[in-house]
């Protein structure tokens, strides 16, 4: 079974630091990794998908990498701002099933 | 575009009272989803479909059931509403479950059973 493990539950960073957040996957049959961002009382919106054919995605400030092989994913934010404090979630769509499966999240606050 | 459209998006209802939630897209998505989100849970898959006349279970189904008569509608109905479904809904689509389909996701729908 699918597990998606999301370390640290909560992250709190000074402005313009560069941060990373780390997902983790048990099986490595996976279509894709998606990254969400999700603010407070809000749904999903997707910041990133990456195919399993691919290493990584780049988006503006944010870039995440796929190991296929070490079951990790992660998600670089650069210069962070205040605007980026939000939960972000991480989610592996399963080959076998097609089901997306989702880590807990990591609450990231970026102070002033 | 309106993207998928979650209806209504607060509701509050009594212990064995029914209920459906309406979830509708207008991006022409085979694949649609229904999660729950619980703290300390994450999001679980409650059901989905990979295309019109065609449902299935996901991981926390029991109490709730799913039609897809068109590709726009993804309706879901609690059959008798539990305290334990007091959560967060989302309705998610993408275009197929293919490798480079990004899901997309609703507003959400926050129900609490008293």
């Known amino acids: 079974k699918q597990e998606v493990t999301q370390i640290p539950a909560a992250l709190s960073v000074p402005e313009g630091e560069n941060l990373v957040l780390n997902c983790s996957f048990t099986?490595?049959?996976?279509?894709?990794l998606q990254w969400f961002r999700q603010d407070p009382g809000k749904g999903l919106t997707s910041l990133l998908l990456?195919?399993?054919?691919?290493r990584e995605q780049t988006s503006g400030r944010l870039n995440a990498s796929l190991d296929k092989s070490s079951g990790r994913s992660t998600l670089y934010i650069a210069a962070s701002q205040p605007g980026d404090s939000a939960t972000y979630l991480c989610?592996?769509?399963?080959?076998?099933?097609?089901?997306?499966?989702f880590g807990q999240g990591t609450t990231l606050q970026v102070k002033p | 575009n309106a993207g998928v459209t979650q209806t209504p998006k607060f509701q509050v209802l009594k212990t064995g009272q029914s209920m459906t939630l309406q979830c509708a897209q207008d991006?022409?998505?085979?694949?649609m989803s229904w999660y729950r989100q619980d703290p300390g849970m994450g999001l679980r898959l409650i059901h989905y479909?990979?295309?019109?006349?065609?449902?299935d279970q996901g991981e926390v189904p029991n109490g709730y059931n799913v039609s897809r008569s068109t590709t726009e509608d993804f309706p879901l109905r609690l059959l008798s509403a539990a305290p334990s479904q007091t959560s967060v809904y989302f309705c998610?689509?993408?275009?197929?479950?293919?490798?480079?389909?990004?899901?997309?996701f609703g507003d959400g729908t926050r129900l609490s059973i008293l």
């Open positions: 989610a592996g769509r399963s080959s076998n099933t097609g089901k997306l499966i």
């Open positions: 479909s990979v295309g019109a006349g065609i449902t």
């Open positions: 099986d490595s049959a996976i279509y894709n």
């Open positions: 998610a689509s993408s275009y197929s479950q293919g490798a480079s389909q990004p899901q997309h």
């Open positions: 990456i195919q399993s054919s691919q």
């Open positions: 991006m022409n998505h085979e694949y």
